[in-house]
């Protein structure tokens, strides 16, 4: 981490110095020399008009974009944003997510590099992200600006002091669950807005984790954790109810979510539709989505309902058994559905492979 650290110290002198920044791609114009200075500006709608045309400029924003994340800052001068450009830049954030992130967080190019920006650099990089994994996770989730980090207190893990709070996403699973580092890293590297949530709600949900039983040291904790972050406890709970109505208990959808976490993601609508069709089209017990939840990932018009045509029409012909295995028929690759389910009945069936197509044209 000192290399990091020392690696970045050109840097810092460059910010305090007057010496120019580098120039990133996007940087069209030198807003020293053809924008207006600030003397210049006397008049609200001059300032509003020097901060769309850096923004566009500048950073890389589309007009209207620019115009949106105008309301939020005012850029009287260059200095402090061109500041901010080139600490990004030196600390490889491509041009696309120095844009990206502006265009979510326009405050951000208000901030001061060396005692606001450059200790999130370096607490990730104490946690073990790669820069380059650091620039996605800070520039996708804005969220992250807005917590506090001190270097005093990078390399304490087990303070207890309230500066410890920077990161309260983290520090709950670093301290609370005993999460491996290397998790969190690659949990945060994929899907960095699960560690966007409420702080309250966020340790709610790593406890609700640990007592459907899984392990604080696997990928999957983390995986469940974005899961049931991605929804609200009243969202959770309205779908739990759509089960309760098919007979399913709550302790059976937790077998269930277990087993596969999609089917809570899907709608009420879908999995009402999925629980219909089931049940009273297809006569099977609701149980069964306990059994295979997997099932709730599928679209119903796309995959289920035609595939389950091509069965009822081979049962009524005789050409296969009752107890076939539908469930797993579900889960083919659609090539090797036609030509195993579709195409091996040709003769004895050559009106299938019309009505399978015009159930999926329907379906569109």
């Excluded at 990730?124 to 989730?141: N, P, Y």
């Excluded at 604080?216 to 309205?238: C, D, N, Q, R, Y």
């Excluded at 109810?241 to 899907?266: I, N, P, Q, T």
Aim: aromatic letters at 10%.
């Amino acid at each position: 981490m000192f290399n990091f650290i020392f690696k970045s110290l050109p840097y810092l002198r460059c910010v305090v110095s007057t010496s120019p920044i580098r120039t990133l791609h996007f940087l069209q114009h030198d807003p020293l020399s053809s924008s207006p200075s600030l003397k210049s500006i006397s008049t609200t709608s001059d300032q509003h008009s020097f901060t769309v045309d850096y923004l566009t400029k500048s950073c890389g924003l589309r007009p209207e974009e620019a115009l949106s994340a105008s309301k939020y800052i005012t850029i009287k001068t260059p200095d402090k944003p061109d500041s901010v450009l080139a600490f990004f830049s030196s600390h490889e954030f491509t041009e696309t997510q120095i844009s990206l992130l502006i265009r979510r967080c326009p405050r951000v190019l208000m901030s001061d590099p060396e005692n606001t920006l450059f200790p999130k650099i370096v607490f990730f990089h104490s946690k073990g992200f790669l820069t380059q994994d650091s620039a996605k996770i800070l520039s996708t989730t804005p969220a992250v600006w807005k917590t506090k980090s001190s270097h005093r207190t990078i390399s304490s893990r087990n303070s207890s002091s309230p500066k410890r709070k920077r990161m309260p996403l983290l520090n709950t699973l670093l301290g609370f669950c005993c999460v491996p580092e290397l998790n969190i890293v690659a949990l945060f590297t994929e899907k960095p807005q699960a560690f966007t949530a409420n702080a309250d709600r966020f340790k709610e949900i790593v406890e609700e984790v640990k007592k459907m039983g899984f392990n604080p040291t696997t990928m999957m904790f983390g995986i469940v954790i974005h899961t049931l972050g991605a929804m609200s406890k009243s969202t959770w709970e309205k779908k739990v109810e759509v089960y309760k109505k098919w007979g399913l208990s709550e302790d059976e959808m937790l077998v269930a979510f277990v087993k596969h976490l999609r089917c809570m993601m899907a709608s009420e609508d879908k999995i009402m539709g999925m629980m219909d069709f089931f049940v009273n089209k297809m006569g099977w017990e609701s149980s069964i989505i306990v059994r295979r939840p997997g099932l709730l990932s599928l679209s119903l018009e796309r995959r289920i309902i035609p595939r389950c045509l091509v069965y009822q029409i081979l049962l009524s012909k005789g050409l296969i058994k009752k107890d076939f295995g539908l469930i797993k028929m579900m889960d083919y690759p659609e090539s090797y559905f036609i030509q195993k389910y579709v195409k091996k009945y040709e003769e004895e069936a050559p009106e299938l492979l019309k009505l399978y197509q015009d159930k999926l044209n329907l379906s569109k």
